[in-house]
């Protein structure tokens, strides 16, 4: 009776030790995976920090660059600036290409740059927006069908993500609201995920 009893305390040790080596097995898989993503946590703030920085050194660049330009032109008319701008960028494609072939040795960085002063810049960015929000409308009006219900709606605007869910209540593919809405395809996916 005793070395039966011993031979099932036996057995249930080796199964213990069986357990117990699983346990452990898991537990250093469990410890890698955790390594990994603090190692990757680490990677995507240090991608983000340096994509930052730049961002950072690009936007004082330009902010140098603007304030020299508005300090080296004083402008007296800017209409007049925006006729000379003009007027450069309609040159004859000719010469450009003249221009182009004689020295295509010299690199993107000797080539003199157009420099525009901010309020010019500034309008021509407002124009650009009030343009845009007409083109929205414009694609609002046409995506609604007229009805009672509708009519109530289109006194007030749709914003980008109720046009888009509009849209896609309608059938339409991600791509087909991107090209409809002027925007990018992943931008419309994402709106379009948040909102399921």
Same mark, same amino acid.
């Given at each position: 009776?005793?070395?039966?009893?011993?031979?099932?305390?036996?057995?249930?040790?080796?199964?213990?030790?069986?357990?117990?080596?699983?346990?452990?097995?898991?537990?250093?898989?469990?410890?890698?995976?955790?390594? @990994?993503?603090?190692?990757?946590?680490? $990677?995507?703030?240090?991608?983000?920090?340096?994509?930052? #920085?730049?961002?950072?050194?690009?936007?004082?660049?330009?902010?140098?660059?603007?304030?020299?330009?508005?300090?080296?032109?004083?402008?007296?008319?800017?209409?007049?600036?925006?006729?000379?701008?003009?007027?450069?960028?309609?040159?004859?494609?000719?010469?450009? @290409?003249?221009?182009?072939?004689?020295?295509?040795?010299?690199?993107?960085?000797?080539?003199?740059?157009?420099?525009?002063?901010?309020?010019?810049?500034?309008?021509?960015?407002?124009?650009?927006?009030?343009?845009?929000?007409?083109?929205?409308?414009?694609?609002?009006?046409?995506?609604?069908?007229?009805?009672?219900?509708?009519?109530? $709606?289109?006194?007030?605007?749709?914003?980008?993500?109720?046009?888009?869910? $509009?849209? #896609?209540?309608?059938?339409k593919t991600s791509e087909e609201i991107a090209k409809q809405l002027?925007?990018? @395809?992943?931008?419309?996916?994402?709106?379009?995920?948040?909102?399921?």
């Open positions: 009776m005793t070395i039966i009893l011993i031979a099932v305390l036996f057995i249930l040790q080796l199964l213990s030790f069986y357990f117990l080596i699983i346990l452990n097995t898991k537990l250093a898989k469990f410890k890698d995976l955790e390594k @990994k993503q603090e190692r990757l946590m680490r $990677e995507m703030d240090d991608t983000i920090s340096v994509y930052l #920085a730049e961002m950072k050194d690009e936007n004082d660049r330009l902010i140098q660059e603007l304030q020299r330009v508005s300090k080296s032109e004083t402008p007296t008319n800017a209409v007049e600036q925006e006729e000379q701008i003009v007027r450069q960028q309609e040159q004859p494609s000719s010469l450009i @290409k003249e221009e182009s072939t004689v020295d295509s040795s010299v690199s993107l960085d000797q080539e003199p740059r157009i420099y525009v002063p901010k309020n010019i810049v500034a309008n021509a960015y407002s124009r650009q927006q009030q343009s845009g929000a007409k083109a929205e409308a414009k694609v609002v009006h046409s995506a609604q069908q007229p009805s009672e219900a509708t009519e109530k $709606e289109e006194s007030k605007p749709l914003t980008l993500e109720q046009q888009a869910i $509009e849209l #896609a209540k309608k059938g002027q925007k990018g @395809k992943t931008e419309i996916e994402l709106l379009l995920k948040f909102h399921n």
